[in-house]
T-cell receptor, first 112, second 108 residues
Framework: NAGVTQTPKFQVLKTGQSMTLQCAQD?????MSWYRQDPGMGLRLIHY???????DQGEVPNGYNVSRSTTEDFPLRLLSAAPSQTSVYFC???????????FGEGSRLTVL | GEDVEQSLFLSVREGDSSVINCTYT??????LYWYKQEPGAGLQLLTY?????DMKQDQRLTVLLNKKDKHLSLRIADTQTGDSAIYFC????????FGKGTRLHILP
């Protein structure tokens, strides 16, 4: 099992550019989520999904879109990147019955 | 909204016990969690406790839950250098909210 796979691991963008962070899991987890981690801020929840076709906002959803067309994939889209979105992004997944989150290795995004 | 608070730093001598504290606001959570993050890595679940329990022990780890005060603690017995990491408290069912993390530093 690969677990939770995030791509790319590193990305540099210019202000205003768009991109998609990919997240895939092979554990048949219903629940998936995206967090951003900034120094001194811990992890902040961006969006989450409890199953295919269902998404909801977390603590800091502005500037980010998500979709969940399959159980395996949960991409995070930045439509117009801003320097404030410079961060490390983590995708996580779990079964609905037991919320033991399995995390990906993270994607480091820099917006210039 | 939901909030989870924890102190940012803790220094402990090797062999002593470490106690990391956390307070939370959402009393409706079924689960409360402790995660560990080592440098350059994602988070890993250390342990969790159901909200209807007061205590859970798992080898060197003891979790205490005081629902009245909305206070959660993690005790690590016989702290080792390998325990040096950032420890996150988290709560929630669908919307899982993390604290800012406590960096545990081990003194020789």
């Amino acid at each position: 099992n690969a677990g939770v796979t995030q791509t790319p691991k590193f990305q540099v963008l210019k202000t205003g550019q768009s991109m998609t962070l990919q997240c895939a899991q092979d554990m048949n987890h219903e629940y998936m989520s995206w967090y951003r981690q900034d120094p001194g801020m811990g992890l902040r929840l961006i969006h989450y999904s409890v199953g295919a076709g269902i998404t909801d906002q977390g603590e800091v959803p502005n500037g980010y879109n998500v979709s969940r067309s399959t159980t395996e994939d949960f991409p995070l889209r930045l439509l117009s990147a801003a320097p404030s979105q410079t961060s490390v992004y983590f995708c996580a997944s779990s079964f609905l019955q037991r919320r033991e989150l399995f995390f990906g290795e993270g994607s480091r995004l820099t917006v210039l | 909204g939901e909030d989870v608070e924890q102190s940012l730093f803790l220094s402990v001598r090797e062999g002593d016990s470490s106690v990391i504290n956390c307070t939370y606001t959402d009393s409706s959570s079924t689960y409360l969690y402790w995660y560990k993050q080592e440098p350059g890595a994602g988070l890993q679940l250390l342990t969790y406790i159901f909200s209807n329990m007061d205590m859970k022990q798992d080898q060197r780890l003891t979790v205490l839950l005081n629902k009245k005060d909305k206070h959660l603690s993690l005790r690590i017995a016989d702290t080792q250098t390998g325990d040096s990491a950032i420890y996150f408290c988290a709560e929630g069912d669908d919307k899982i909210i993390f604290g800012k993390g406590t960096r545990l530093h081990i003194l020789p």
